[in-house]
């Protein structure tokens, strides 16, 4: 489903030799590879920016606590994601040289590695969801197959992608351009996957809204909130920045299918497009993404420090199993 920020491309062999041109014609190419790069650069700095400012809290919360599974899921998303972060400036800013086989190489890297984070945030909301509804077997059984049935769809596709990649190493005009081509027609591939994910990110939020709603009026029935209801809000107000961030993501992408943007993808207003999806994509895979967790490691401490009542939470910072144990369970 994701990939590193496409640089504006042509079909290429690889064993072609290295492209060197000062052809005026390369000029749109060379422009929109330029812009680019300024958004792979501002959302890779956006994304340190991010990890300086909560490495605090991800030392205390997070290295400090007991390791359980989603602590690896939570440093593996998250360390991932300045790996992705370097992988796109070296592709897309064009003082930085790379032979044609090690861009294709950083580029593979790039959307397999985003693979992998989505089936980590995939795994992340699952135990959420099997959380909130009480541990339920069956709507544990009913999202694994679900999730798994996506993603095998989308590994098959990215499969299919990776064997029909090519890439060229250019220098135009002065400027070192990765050119990266494929063989097959790989936008409706990309179409095929971000329908699948936004099919799989729908019904996640339709699931946690609904049960939020049931448990939000039953807690209002008996005039109580308490620890379930701040518990059910925390989870609500991550998932549902995430949810939006994968929406604004969606929604660019969808884009590219438009007949008046693909008539021309050198022009400003398809690069920009295609810049604003990047950093988007960035920030709901890892920023929001571990912040999936890191938030409510942080909701637990202060109830910890806080209230007397944290004792009757069983490891809701997803020490265990996202789980509260009080007279009904999230």
Known sequence: MRRVTRSNSVLCNKDDMTLVSNDPSWWPIINANLIGSYFSVAASVGLMYDWGLTFGQEVELIWRQRWSLMTILYLTARYAGIG??????LINVPTIPTTDAVSTIMYDTGNWTGE????????????????????????????????????????VMIAIKTMQISGEEAVLSGTYQCMIGYAGDVRLLDSMTWILATVWEVLALCLAGWIAVKHFRELRQHSTSGIIGDCFM?????????????????AFEMSYLSPTLSADMYSLDVQVCIGLSNMFQLVQLFVLGPRLILSIQEYHAKLVANSDTATAMTSIAFQEHVHVSTSSSV
């Open 84 to 89: 992705y972060a370097m992988i796109n400036m």
């Open 116 to 155: 992998v984070v989505d089936v980590i945030l995939g795994a992340i909301m699952i135990t959420r969801l099997h959380a909130m509804y009480q541990r339920s077997r069956k709507v544990l059984i009913f999202l694994v197959v679900i999730f798994l049935a996506i993603r095998m769809a989308n590994t």
């Open 234 to 250: 925390a989870l609500m107000k991550t998932h549902v920045s995430y949810f939006a961030s994968f929406v604004a993501v969606s």
